[in-house]
């Protein structure tokens, strides 16, 4: 039985349970990084690995980064844990020139590369790299009912996802939230 005041630390495959935090703390802010953090002491080592993760408020995150060891005494260990949002597969995938539905053939380098078109039109260039490199269905980008937009000139050179989905703010004026890997503008 997990406290309220408890969070698990769960293996990345969601079989085994690493650890048990009895505080952490949140960072984040909208449209933006969002981090937990927690400091966990143990009297023995815990092998804790990259995507090993905590549910916190309903959302998934993270271990980006193996945490370093400290050992404070001849029986105690110490972990400086970080968990992020996951937010961080839209920073890894390039933004490439792919059209949704056309014939999926692209130079797999990042390219520079010009359009015109709607924050719709947008989301689903970006969907259509979030399928690519993830798998159809993984990551959702849906925009909510009413949202619309006039047609702008976007240029992306050699950037990420992530930077193309702030132009949803900084072209089209329009927010978005990412949760887990849903998208919603």
């Known amino acids: 039985i997990v406290e309220m005041s408890e969070w698990i630390v769960y293996s990345k495959d969601g079989q085994n349970e690493r650890c048990r935090l009895k505080s952490v703390e949140y ?5 933006n990084e969002r981090v937990v953090t927690a400091t966990f002491k143990h009297f023995e080592e815990v092998a804790f690995e990259v995507f090993d993760y905590i549910e916190y408020r309903g959302e998934r995150f993270e271990i980006e980064a193996i945490p370093t060891v400290k050992k404070t005494s001849s029986h105690d260990y110490e972990y400086d844990l970080r968990f992020v949002s996951l937010k961080y597969e839209l920073e ?3 933004m490439r020139d792919i059209v949704p539905d056309d014939n999926r053939v692209v130079d ?7 359009f015109t078109g709607t924050v719709r039109y947008l989301a689903e260039r970006i969907q259509a790299n979030l399928d690519a490199l993830y798998g159809e269905g993984v990551w959702s980008i849906t925009l909510e009912d009413g949202i619309d937009s006039e047609e702008k000139n976007i240029t992306i050179s050699q950037q990420n996802c992530w930077n193309a989905l702030s132009l949803v703010n900084t072209t089209y004026n329009l927010n978005f939230q990412v949760r887990g890997r849903n998208v919603v503008i």
């Open 92 to 94: 890894r995938c390039e």
């Open 108 to 114: 797999p380098t990042p390219l520079t590369f010009s």
């Open 27 to 31: 960072n984040g802010s909208y449209m």
